[in-house]
């Protein structure tokens, strides 16, 4: 079974770091691209980084880009967010997802609030 | 970047009801880019239709997905009780959804 479990997040001031990971089982995590989706409260979904199988790709939605460095460990079957200079506007919960032109996994999610 | 908008912002049904959502791209997009989500609260999104109008597996064939181009839809034959929730549209970035509640 194909699982994915997201963890990581918190409570972080503005300015703040925090690094998110997800665990990956059920599958050969190596042979699939990765992301980060992110949902604020109340709002809708929103795209944040990728990255394809040997980690040599990546990509992110403009309002990330120079803060948050997404990365993966195939030996460990898991992938990373580092997120740094955190904003109010980056509180949502983040969900790790399986899939490049389509996501047919998600994980659980992982709420981070940004806030003083 | 393209730019998905989606259409109705809300649709109210009554279950049994045919339920017609739209998405538009900002300019043409390939079908195989394009998907489709369901989420209901407090649960993570699930797919429903990958290259614009294949169904994924498990999705009832209730679910249809069509469109080309710049305009995709996204067809409920017959609302069943457990589908009213939010839908997106995808193509790399979402669309802003489509809130299909109850009349």
């Known amino acids: 079974e194909v699982q994915l479990v997201d963890s990581g997040g918190g409570l972080v001031q503005p300015g703040g770091s925090l690094r998110l990971s997800c665990a990956a089982s059920g599958f050969t995590f190596s042979n699939y691209w990765m992301n980060w989706v992110r949902q604020a409260p109340g709002k809708g979904l929103e795209w944040v980084a990728n990255?394809?199988?040997?980690?040599?790709?990546?990509d992110y939605v403009d309002s990330v880009k120079g803060r948050f460095t997404i990365s993966r460990d195939n030996a460990k079957d898991s992938l990373y967010l580092q997120m740094n200079s955190l904003r109010a506007e980056d509180t949502a919960v983040y969900y790790c997802?399986?899939?490049?032109?389509?996501?047919?996994?998600w994980g659980q999610g992982t709420l981070v609030t940004v806030s003083s | 970047e393209i730019v998905l908008t989606q259409s109705p912002g809300t649709l109210s049904l009554s279950p049994g009801e045919r339920a017609t959502l739209s998405c538009r791209a900002s300019?043409?997009?390939?079908?195989?880019?394009l998907a489709w989500y369901q989420q209901k609260p407090g649960q993570a999104p699930r797919l429903l239709i990958y290259?614009?109008?294949s169904r994924a597996t498990g999705i009832p064939d209730r679910f249809s997905g069509s469109g080309s181009g710049t305009d995709f839809t996204l067809t409920i034959s017959r609302l069943e009780p457990e589908d009213f929730a939010v839908y997106y549209c995808?193509?790399?970035?979402f669309g802003g959804g489509t809130k299909v509640e109850i009349k």
């Open positions: 997802a399986r899939g490049r032109t389509w996501i047919d996994y």
């Open positions: 990255i394809n199988q040997d980690g040599s790709d990546k």
């Open positions: 300019q043409s997009v390939s079908s195989s880019y």
């Open positions: 290259d614009a109008s």
């Open positions: 995808q193509h790399f970035t």
